[in-house]
């Protein structure tokens, strides 16, 4: 009894350690394709976002700057606001059934009612504004640089500022648009890198590069102008996201690999386990109950045979155990 009893106990870790969650947080992301559909080329993506079915635009430049609802199966644009032309718009973020759009220059944030896209009130700030999202709590801003602001969606203050690095200390610069995104792990935030043909992935707690998503193959059929480059990423659900660029002629519904929605309990590693938990705990235990009865009977037939010797020779059997970015030169807009 005692050598099943060590037996047992010597396995047992090894059927919990298949069953501990996958924490490999070294996981490749990819991007897949599901579907292309038709984009307003016209359209000098800034911001890009998703609400209650809705897919909501910015587009910039001076005297081309809007701010528009679209059906992105179609690419028709169902409504949309010119701003003024001394206005250059940049990202967007839904906040409280409004929308708040950052201006590049202007140091101004225009609040418009989701309802019927009117202006309502706006915010002051100080730099440029470039990418924004809301995370459920606070706003994410960008302005180019490798910074990121925290800032309180009620009153615009800078609540606190946080660098993006790489995994070697490097400030990764030129953040972009924006999409917050809540996953089992905390809030994460993807960026697009003016002219790269990528997108990261960082926790805005501490500004640490989580994940890095090669889009170039979606970049490639888009022209090679350098203001043509990838810009707007908007969260359909669970894994599915909206993405485009600056005078695009497409826009994609894509899957991003490892990554989780708000709107369902997708898991970033380890998807399926409960499930797969229940029979695995119950396939152990039926094996143990095997194991512990054989073990049982072969120690009560050598106790009978040999009851009256004790024996020195007890042995426990131990188990062995870059994407490039867009084409450089010329005059840039943001």
């Not at 609400?51 to 635009?57: F, I, M, P, R, V």
């Not at 706003?139 to 990121?148: A, P, R, Y």
């Not at 009153?155 to 917050?180: A, H, P, Q």
């Not at 043909?197 to 590069?209: E, K, Q, S």
Request: proline share 2%; with cysteine.
């Amino acid at each position: 009894m005692l050598a099943s009893l060590v037996f047992l106990s010597m396995i047992l870790p090894i059927f919990q350690a298949e069953s501990v969650p996958n924490s490999d947080t070294s996981a490749d992301y990819e991007i897949v394709l599901l579907s292309e559909h038709y984009h307003d080329e016209n359209a000098f993506t800034q911001g890009l976002e998703m609400h209650n079915g809705s897919l909501y635009e910015s587009t910039g430049l001076y005297g081309s700057s809007s701010l528009r609802e679209v059906n992105p199966w179609t690419g028709e644009v169902i409504r949309s606001v010119p701003m003024n032309e001394s206005i250059f718009s940049e990202g967007i973020t839904v906040y409280n059934e409004t929308i708040i759009m950052l201006t590049w220059k202007s140091e101004v944030a225009y609040v418009f009612d989701i309802e019927n896209l009117s202006i309502v009130s706006s915010f002051r700030y100080q730099g440029e504004g470039w990418g924004i999202c809301f995370d459920g709590e606070s706003l994410v801003m960008s302005n180019g640089t490798s910074s990121i602001s925290i800032r309180d969606p009620e009153s615009f203050e800078i609540l606190r500022v946080v660098s993006i690095t790489d995994d070697f200390g490097n400030d990764i610069s030129k953040i972009n648009e924006l999409e917050c995104i809540n996953t089992i792990e905390g809030p994460r935030v993807l960026a697009n890198i003016w002219q790269d043909d990528r997108i990261v992935l960082f926790d805005p707690l501490n500004g640490t590069l989580l994940g890095d998503f090669d889009a170039s193959f979606l970049s490639a059929n888009n022209g090679n102008g350098v203001n043509n480059v990838l810009n707007g990423i908007a969260h359909k659900n669970s894994s599915e996201f909206w993405i485009t660029g600056k005078n695009w002629s497409s826009m994609y519904l894509v899957s991003m690999t490892n990554l989780s929605g708000t709107e369902e309990n997708i898991c970033i590693y380890g998807c399926g386990q409960n499930e797969d938990s229940i029979w695995s705990s119950f396939g152990m235990v039926l094996l143990l109950a095997i194991l512990f009865s054989v073990a049982t009977s072969y120690t009560k037939t050598s106790t009978e045979e040999g009851k009256n010797h004790e024996s020195n020779n007890r042995h426990d059997e131990q188990h062995n155990a870059v994407p490039l970015g867009q084409s450089e030169g010329g005059e840039y807009d943001y």
